[in-house]
C-alpha cells in the first residue's frame, strides 16, 4: 500500500514545521564535458519523509546523490539543507550536520568484527577515530551505544563476527547500523537492495521502514515493489531532468513516465 505524499511546502520552510522541506535544490546543473548529467533540478524533501529517485540507467540519480551530498561540485545551482545554503559545504562538515549517505560498493571494514565497525563509527562521531590503536578496554564506554544499535538493525548475534563473514543482507544492515551511529537526521541510501535475494530485501525494506521513522531517508532503489510499499514520495529522473513527480500511484499512471521507465521494463 502505497503512502502518498501530501503538497509541496514553500522553500526555506522553518524545518520545525512537520511539512518543511529538508533539502531543496534550485537550478542544480552539473556537466561533464559537453554531456550534461544533472540539468536545472528543483527538488524538495519534505522531513520525515521516505522519499525515492528512481529512473532508468543513465538517469542522473547517482549523480544527483553525490550532488547533494558534496562528493561532486555543482556546476551551477544551489542546494539548500535545513534552511542553509550548503552548496559549497565540504563532505565531511555537511555529515556532521546530520546528512549522511551510504554507497552501492560495500564500506564496511570485512576484516574487523561488526562491533568494532559500528565502534568505529561511533568513534568518529566523538572525533576519537584515531583511537582505534587503544586497547579494547579504553573503548568500553562505546558498549552499550554499539549494542543498541546492532539490536536496531537486528545484528546482535553477529557482534563478534568479521564482517567479511556476514551474509550479503547482513553486512549491508551493518553499514546501516554504522549510518546511524551518526545520528543522522537525514539518510541518503544508494540502492540499498542491489545484489539481494527475496528474504533480504523484505528484511532489509522493512529496517528501512523502522529506522526511517522520526528521520529523513532519501533513497535510490530499482526495485519497484519496495518504493511501492515504503515510499511516501517519488521523484522520476530521465536524463538528468526530473520528469515526475508524487506518490507510487501517480508517477506509475503518468505516461511519460511509463515510456521513459515502468514501461520499459513492465510492459
Avoid at 552548496?87 to 565531511?92: D, G, Q, S, V
Avoid at 562538515?93 to 563509527?121: C, D, K, W, Y
Avoid at 528484511?203 to 521513522?213: F, K, Q, S, W
Amino acid at each position: 500500500m502505497v503512502r502518498c505524499g501530501g503538497p509541496k511546502t514553500t522553500q526555506g520552510g522553518d524545518v520545525g514545521d512537520a511539512n518543511a522541506n529538508v533539502i531543496e535544490t534550485r537550478g542544480l546543473t552539473r556537466t561533464f564535458g559537453g554531456f550534461v548529467a544533472v540539468k536545472d533540478v528543483d527538488f524538495a524533501v519534505r522531513k520525515h519523509a521516505l522519499h525515492a529517485l528512481i529512473g532508468p540507467n543513465g538517469a542522473g540519480k547517482s549523480t544527483l546523490f553525490n550532488l547533494l551530498t558534496r562528493f561532486l561540485p555543482a556546476t551551477r545551482g544551489t542546494i539548500v539543507y535545513r534552511g542553509t545554503d550548503v552548496t559549497r559545504t565540504p563532505p565531511a562538515t555537511l555529515a556532521r550536520r546530520g546528512m549522511v549517505r551510504s554507497f552501492q560498493i560495500s564500506s564496511v571494514f570485512p576484516h574487523l568484527t561488526t562491533h568494532e565497525n559500528v565502534r568505529i563509527a561511533l568513534q568518529s562521531r566523538h572525533r576519537e577515530t584515531f583511537a582505534f590503536w587503544r586497547a579494547d578496554r579504553s573503548l568500553k564506554h562505546y558498549d552499550e551505544e554499539v549494542r543498541t544499535l546492532l539490536a536496531d538493525v537486528g545484528l546482535e548475534p553477529y557482534a563478534q563476527r568479521l564482517a567479511t563473514e556476514l551474509p550479503y543482507g547482513r553486512k549491508r544492515a551493518l553499514e546501516l547500523a554504522t549510518t546511524l551511529a551518526m545520528q543522522p537526521d537525514v539518510i541518503l541510501l544508494d540502492e540499498p537492495m542491489a545484489g539481494m535475494g527475496q528474504e533480504d530485501i523484505a528484511r532489509t525494506a522493512e529496517l528501512i521502514r523502522r529506522v526511517g521513522e522520526g528521520r529523513t531517508i532519501l533513497m535510490v532503489e530499482h526495485n519497484l515493489s519496495v518504493v511501492a510499499d515504503i515510499c511516501d514520495r517519488i521523484t522520476v529522473l530521465r536524463r538528468g531532468e526530473i520528469i515526475a513527480e508524487g506518490s507510487y500511484a501517480e508517477v506509475s499512471a503518468d505516461p511519460e513516465v511509463r515510456q521513459a521507465y515502468i514501461g520499459s521494463d513492465h510492459d
